[in-house]
T-cell receptor
Framework: AQKITQTQPGMFVQEKEAVTLDCTYD???????LFWYKQPSSGEMIFLIY??????QNATEGRYSLNFQKARKSANLVISASQLGDSAMYFC????????????FGSGTRLSIRP | ETGVTQSPTHLIKTRGQQVTLRCSSQ?????VSWYQQALGQGPQFIFQ???????GRGNFPPRFSGLQFPNYSSELNVNALELDDSALYLC?????????????FGPGTRLTVL
């Protein structure tokens, strides 16, 4: 069975500092994708970044980068130069590369940015 | 390009009632997935519709059912509502044929069951 674990229920970070949100996953599949989503208080899930299991380079999208360590089954999100607008829930998620696009989500980390 | 929309935004029902939630997929997307997100938890996959057929289902009872229409919009129906059905219901659309890695989520419908 697939599982996503996020061990940090909440984090406080000073504005402009970098922050790392932890994520480990469990799967027996060889081909899968890893995602990070941001969920502000409005409720909408906002796609941030994607890493394929066969991608050799770590994914980057602007201030977001994904530290992918396949052997450790970890996919940590790094946010550089945090901003007040980064305060939100962050979910790590995983999807099999099969016909049904079922995404398995972790329990989330609430990130709060201090001015 | 029109994003994913959901209606209504909020809904209050009582135990035993039935509810229908609606989702319009992003333009050009043929796949819609529904998720239930209880307070303080991550979303849980309910089911997915691809070209009007159910294409995968999570661990939800049969009183959760759905439809997808020829224009790829979708409905989620929940019968015999229970208190634990109170949650944020999210739909997400994708273009499955391209093996799209992204699912684009709507703003959600917040259902309260009293």
């Amino acid at each position: 069975a697939q599982k996503i674990t996020q061990t940090q229920p909440g984090m406080f970070v000073q504005e402009k500092e970098a922050v790392t949100l932890d994520c480990t996953y469990d799967t027996s599949d060889q081909s899968y994708g890893l995602f990070w989503y941001k969920q502000p208080s409005s409720g909408e899930m906002i796609f941030l970044i994607y890493q394929g299991s066969y991608d050799e380079q770590n994914a980057t999208e602007g201030r977001y980068s994904l530290n992918f360590q396949k052997a450790r089954k970890s996919a940590n999100l790094v946010i550089s130069a945090s901003q007040l607008g980064d305060s939100a829930m962050y979910f790590c998620a995983m999807k099999r590369h099969s016909s049904a696009s079922k995404i398995i989500f972790g329990s989330g980390t609430r990130l709060s940015i201090r001015p | 390009e029109t994003g994913v929309t959901q209606s209504p935004t909020h809904l209050i029902k009582t135990r035993g009632q039935q509810v229908t939630l609606r989702c319009s997929s992003q333009s050009g997307h043929n796949t819609v997935s529904w998720y239930q997100q209880a307070l303080g938890q991550g979303p849980q996959f309910i089911f997915q519709y691809y070209r009007e057929e159910e294409n995968g289902r999570g661990n939800f009872p049969p009183r959760f059912s759905g439809l997808q229409f020829p224009n790829y919009s979708s409905e989620l129906n929940v019968n015999a509502l229970e208190l634990d059905d109170s949650a944020l219901y999210l739909c997400a659309s994708s273009l499955e044929a391209s093996g799209a890695r992204e699912q684009f989520f709507g703003p959600g419908t917040r259902l309260t069951v009293l």
